[in-house]
């Protein structure tokens, strides 16, 4: 059994846990829960001797340990599967699992590869995982390397197991067998400890629930005793609605922005079109890969197009490029990768919410000089106006939890003043809190502010809860049209089977 | 309670020095300044400063060419190459051709953007990194610079080596001139819109793209702003050696790294500091000149050229402990 | 978009050919230059590239031929046995050299004219034995035979000397010593420790016998560097009232020297001589007496001795702020080295293998600045005169 007994941890001028107890026991897979910030990740660090807890004790099967390092962690057993895959992608599969026991399997300076295949094939099994050892990881599929992630945790002879987000980068798929193996895992007695934001999962997998809000342990229930909205209400301190938001009544209005026969040789789709209308909130449907991103990112000139027509208000306009899109047509895009694309992770937050909107900030129009006056108070009021959670405005948006982080990446674009905003995937790994927020924030650029505003997303219910006519796009087509004020008034249930006959 | 409050503002002032990035060169000037001092009675006269802010001045501009790639992330082997090319180009414009100081320099330039221009034009059609095409041209730039001038070098009229010579009070005219063009650097990346889309290109490649900045366009300028300073570079070393010859520049591609490296400026990109790239070119020049004044063993300089760069660099890494600290 | 692929490649195009047309006229300018400089001996370029009239500039050249007559000298006689066509010559130095351009290059030129035979020469890209062995390997394999050298490295040049004599041919080791045991027939090359020793003595002589002296050297790997450092120290060693106040070094190249050489004067107020014994090091150092006199004009005088006859020293013994260099005699290296091969080709054997040849040197100050050029070439005549009595014998 594993005990955390008055857990403290205090960083300089924050407080991220206070007096946390709690008790991991054998056999169960206990789920720890809370929005971004919550104090998983610091309990989690001090599980495995990253950070050292300010005080409080760590006791494993009635020892206190006094850990320094993550080594000292895996001599007593305990392993961390993290989110993000750390594997050498140029090295074997057996070398990765084996890599810091090399020495064991080592003949005067001469690597017995032998061994070290077999004794990886040992862990291999455990989690299933039917692949010769000796093939480079580099060539395998991301589920797969969450796999070896975990047979390399094990091959410490884990008594206690984290997992950090295992699923964030699978497929269904891919997620039904890794809880396949978590389940095989319980059987064998191992401590498990599984850290998700996907409260499906956590309902489906888990046998405890214990659940973070500022740094506090908020409490810990049978899984089988709860359901997903008392979580929620839990986690968030009220209940979560991600229900219909109302009629946007905007078919009437002018069309803002139309796009007509565009095809790309690129991603290779055909002919395809769409409009948005000011006011409205156009919803793009389908599976990752199905054309909805790539159709956007090609209209919009950021990958080349071989043919196809943009209006803007009705007049053509030609978007060459995606500088003149956001410069001269005031067009925005919200990316899906906010780390990789939206955003400027070692630079300030106030840089980030200025960076689309500089010649705001001009002494004037003749004379193109930033008054970092001006830009500092145009920060601080999107900072104010998004509740973006930050000591100062000067502080690293890489730093930021992952919720903030994208309502930074929005600021960019608000600070912008588009007229025409495209949302990919806003909510993609962002805490239950700041997703209630930037629906009401999308909702609300529509309705009061009547915007153009198209969402792209996979997640079928923030589409029915926001967008009001829908394309459903399906391997590279668009294979049809939802519309009607009506129609999306009906229960989610119903348009989600609606939906889901397209993909039958 | 006044004291208190003025003492805590004292603790406060100290942290917030201690947070920036340029405090650990500071620190690492005055210890030099110190160490120097105490070891020669020579390193504090006039003269010797006033050849320390010559000297100074043009790395300061050497290392200004190095910068403007290394803020995109990228990196200029042609930078010693270009100057040679540059010393020869002005040379030929003045000896031989006889044409006026300012065409000259014009001329110059002209040249240095050109090489700049081809290099950054190459970076972005090729898809190839900064690093193989520099290299590749920087034979190229050297090749013609040697094959123009055979080695022999050109003489440089009175009137031109006056200006680097130029006393203003205890200081030099290339030293107020280095401080004119850091400051301008500073404005340049914080009030400029082009400075700011170089810091973002620099940043993040890709959410530059996104934010509407045209990256190839940027990758282009850089180098051709680049290869300009390291003409100006040229230039003024002209002035101040009073020679141009294609020998000139032939170890600029270390010190320019060593510059920006000092002065705490990444080399991935993204970041610029004004008052830290201003002491990184004074930590090397005073470096090199101390060692010669302290009299050190010449057969052991370099190791204690190697001793005095690791201490300068390593109050970067005492820094951040002691600003948390200063709570 | 294609239009603007265009358009950059056509002014990437202009470009170009705008730098290759500047290469065209510069080349011009820049033989121009070395020709003034090493026929006329005159010192400054720049300036007498314009000013001296063309003229001026035939009528010296023409002066040197009359006054040194290579081909009657006393105590020689010698004119080659076969064919001009037989004597297949091939020269290399390492590096892009003025030094190989203006002195050993007129050499091998006046011997061409000489004795009709055509020499090849090469110049390394880099100045390492590995560039070294690539050229003249394939030069050997061309058929060439007669080889004179400038070792890039003083071990590893030994083995391709080897590697010529075994092939039937014939070597000669110029410019720089190499480490025993010696492959090439002869060595011509200057005694680089005689040399610093004497020019120290007449620094001290110039200082009147007191005070205190700068040293700067160049590559501290290098042998030689280490022998010229000796020769100062032999000298400094002499004069009680003598000593080196600073030794600065690894010199690799003008700037540096220029640098150190400012901060050393900077550094020790008083010294009265400074010494180059290498010609990069005296490069910086004329760059670095010309900028202290125009930045300190109260300066007392310092007495500076330089190596070698770049144009930087000599318009600094034209301007006063050098006082005198240490011209080496390439131009005897550049005659005799062929000529010697000639000659072993025609059954002569030097008199020891591998014997060293020293080409000597002689001191160039404002008095004889015009007309060392005679002086080298006189040197070389007499050297000449003795190569069948002293170094080698008919078998």
């Not at chain 1, 806003?426 to 009547?450: C, F, R």
């Not at chain 2, 591609?253 to 990109?269: D, E, P, Q, R, T």
Request: net charge negative; with cysteine.
């Amino acid at each position: 059994m594993l005990e955390l007994k008055k857990i403290t941890k205090t960083f300089p001028g924050v407080k991220a846990l206070s007096e946390v107890s709690v008790n991991f026991i054998e056999g169960e897979i206990h789920a720890i829960l809370g929005e971004n910030g919550a104090g998983k990740s610091t309990l989690m660090k001090i599980i495995c001797g990253i950070y050292q807890a300010t005080s409080g004790q760590v006791v494993l099967d009635g020892e206190e340990l006094h850990l320094h390092n993550y080594n000292d962690a895996v001599k007593h057993h305990i392993s961390i599967v993290n989110q993000e895959i750390n594997l050498i992608p140029e090295a074997s599969i057996a070398e990765n699992i084996c890599l810091d026991k090399l020495s064991r399997f080592t003949k005067a300076g001469f690597v017995d590869w032998n061994k070290v295949n077999k004794t990886a094939q040992k862990y291999m099994d455990m989690v299933g995982l039917k692949i010769n050892p000796t093939i480079k990881v580099r060539h395998l599929s991301a589920a797969h390397k969450q796999q070896i992630q975990i047979a390399k945790a094990l091959s410490t002879e884990a008594k206690v197991l984290m997992l950090d987000e295992p699923t964030s980068s699978l497929t269904q798929y891919e997620a039904d067998i890794l809880f396949d193996i978590m389940r095989d895992l319980k059987k064998k007695g191992i401590i498990m400890i599984f850290v998700s934001h996907k409260l499906d999962e956590v309902m489906e997998i888990s046998d405890k629930v214990t659940v973070f809000r500022d740094g506090c342990l908020v409490g810990t229930e049978l899984t089988k005793d709860i359901d997903q909205k008392k979580i929620v209400r839990m986690m968030i301190g009220r209940e979560f609605n991600m229900d219909y938001k109302g009629r946007l009544d905007a078919d009437n209005h002018s069309v803002a922005f139309k796009a007509e026969g565009i095809s790309s040789n690129v991603y290779g789709f055909h002919d395809l079109g769409f409009e948005v209308r000011k006011g409205e909130i156009l919803g793009f449907y389908g599976l990752v890969g199905s054309g909805r991103t790539e159709l956007i990112r090609t209209t919009l000139g950021i990958d080349p197009k071989s043919a196809g027509k943009t209006y803007l208000n009705g007049e053509e306009i030609k978007l060459s490029s995606f500088s003149k899109a956001l410069h001269k047509y005031r067009i925005g895009y919200v990316t899906e990768n906010r780390k990789e694309e939206g955003l400027f992770l070692d630079n300030s937050i106030s840089m980030n919410v200025s960076m689309n909107s500089l010649d705001k900030f001009y002494v004037s129009t003749r004379i193109p000089f930033i008054l970092t006056r001006r830009e500092k108070e145009n920060s601080k009021k999107y900072v104010d106006e998004l509740e973006i959670k930050a000591p100062k405005i000067t502080t690293k948006a890489g730093s930021l939890s992952g919720g903030n982080q994208q309502k930074v990446s929005i600021a960019k674009w608000l600070s912008a003043q588009c007229d025409v905003i495209i949302f990919d995937e806003p909510t993609v790994g962002v805490d239950i809190g700041a997703k209630s927020y930037i629906h009401d924030l999308i909702w609300n650029l529509a309705k009061k502010q009547q915007k153009a505003v198209i969402l792209i997303s996979s997640d079928m219910n923030e589409i029915i809860a926001l967008s009001r006519r829908m394309l459903i796009f399906k391997d590279n087509k668009i294979v049809a049209e939802l519309k009607g004020e009506d129609f999306f008034a009906q229960s989610a249930k119903m348009i989600s089977e609606k939906i889901g006959e397209f993909f039958v | 309670m006044n004291s208190k409050n003025e003492k805590k503002s004292f603790r406060i002032i100290m942290r917030d020095f201690f947070l920036q990035s340029y405090s650990s060169s500071i620190v690492a000037i005055i210890l030099l300044v110190l160490i120097f001092s105490i070891g020669t009675d020579s390193f504090l006269t006039q003269y010797n400063l006033y050849n320390l802010s010559r000297t100074a001045a043009v790395y300061g501009f050497i290392a200004g060419a190095q910068l403007m790639v290394a803020v995109i992330g990228g990196m200029n082997l042609a930078v010693g190459s270009v100057g040679a090319l540059s010393c020869v180009v002005l040379g030929i414009s003045l000896q031989n051709l006889g044409l006026p100081i300012p065409i000259a320099i014009i001329i110059t330039l002209a040249v240095g953007a050109i090489c700049g221009y081809i290099n950054g034009f190459l970076t972005v059609k090729l898809r190839l990194s900064g690093f193989i095409i520099t290299l590749a041209m920087s034979f190229i730039y050297d090749g013609i610079a040697l094959g123009v001038s055979h080695g022999y070098p050109y003489q440089i009229p009175d009137a031109f080596a006056s200006l680097g010579r130029a006393k203003l009070g205890i200081t030099s005219g290339l030293f107020i001139m280095m401080l004119v063009f850091v400051i301008a650097l500073a404005i340049f990346f914080k009030n400029t819109k082009f400075g700011r889309d170089i810091l973002a290109t620099g940043g993040n490649q890709q959410a530059a793209k996104l934010s509407g900045i045209r990256t190839n366009a940027i990758t282009i300028s850089c180098n051709v702003l680049s290869c300009i300073i390291a003409s100006l570079a040229a230039i003024l070393w002209c002035s101040r050696t009073a020679s141009a010859t294609s020998s000139t520049g032939e170890d600029w591609m270390l010190y320019s790294f060593a510059v920006c490296a000092i002065g705490g400026i990444s080399l991935s990109g993204g970041n610029f500091t004004g008052i830290g790239f201003f002491c990184g070119a004074w930590i090397l020049t005073m470096i090199r000149n101390g060692l010669t004044m302290l009299n050190v063993d010449v057969y052991f300089e370099q190791a204690f050229l190697g001793a005095i760069i690791l201490l300068a660099v390593s109050v970067e890494a005492i820094r951040t402990r002691v600003a948390e600290k200063i709570k | 978009m294609k239009k603007k692929t265009i358009i950059s490649s056509l002014l990437i195009g202009a470009i170009t050919a705008s730098i290759l047309a500047g290469c065209g006229s510069g080349t011009d300018s820049a033989n121009m230059t070395s020709a003034t400089s090493s026929s006329s001996g005159n010192t400054t370029t720049a300036s007498n590239v314009q000013e001296a009239s063309s003229e001026s500039v035939e009528s010296s050249s023409a002066a040197t031929k009359v006054l040194v007559d290579t081909k009657n000298i006393e105590g020689f006689s010698y004119s080659i046995a076969g064919e001009p066509s037989e004597y297949k010559i091939y020269c290399y130095w390492p590096a892009p050299d003025t030094f190989f351009d203006s002195y050993v290059l007129e050499g091998l030129k006046a011997f061409e004219e000489d004795y009709g035979v055509t020499i090849d020469y090469g110049i390394g890209t880099e100045w390492t034995q590995d560039v070294e062995n690539q050229m003249v390997e394939a030069k050997l394999a061309e058929g060439y035979n007669l080889f004179y050298i400038f070792g890039a490295d003083t071990t590893g040049a030994n083995s391709l000397y080897k590697e010529i004599y075994d092939n039937g041919g014939y070597a000669i080791n110029y410019a720089g010593l190499m480490n025993d045991p010696q492959q090439s027939g002869a060595t011509l090359a200057s005694d680089v420790y005689n040399q610093a020793y004497n020019s120290t003595k007449k620094l001290i002589d110039l200082m009147g016998g007191k005070g205190e002296i700068i040293d700067a050297l160049e590559n501290l790997n290098d042998i030689n560097t280490q022998k010229r450092q000796q020769g100062v120290e032999d000298a400094v060693a002499e004069n009680p009232d003598v000593s080196i106040a600073q030794t600065i070094g690894d010199i690799s190249t003008a700037d540096a020297g220029y640098e150190k050489i400012s901060d050393a004067i900077a550094a020790n107020a008083g010294v009265t001589g400074v010494i180059t014994t290498g010609g990069t090091a005296s490069i910086g150092l004329a760059n670095a007496m010309k900028d202290y006199y125009a930045t300190n004009p109260n300066a007392e005088h310092i007495y500076a001795a330089s190596m070698d006859q770049s144009d930087e020293v000599m318009a600094g013994i034209d301007g006063g702020y050098i006082d005198y260099t240490v011209a080496q005699n390439g131009w005897a290296m550049g005659y005799v080295s062929p000529l010697l091969l000639c000659m072993m080709k025609d059954g002569y054997t030097p008199n020891e293998f591998g014997e060293f040849i020293d080409t000597g040197y002689i001191f160039i100050d404002k008095t004889n600045m015009d007309t060392w050029q005679t002086d080298i070439e006189k040197a070389a005549t007499e050297l000449i005169g003795k190569l069948q009595s002293d170094w080698v014998t008919k078998s």
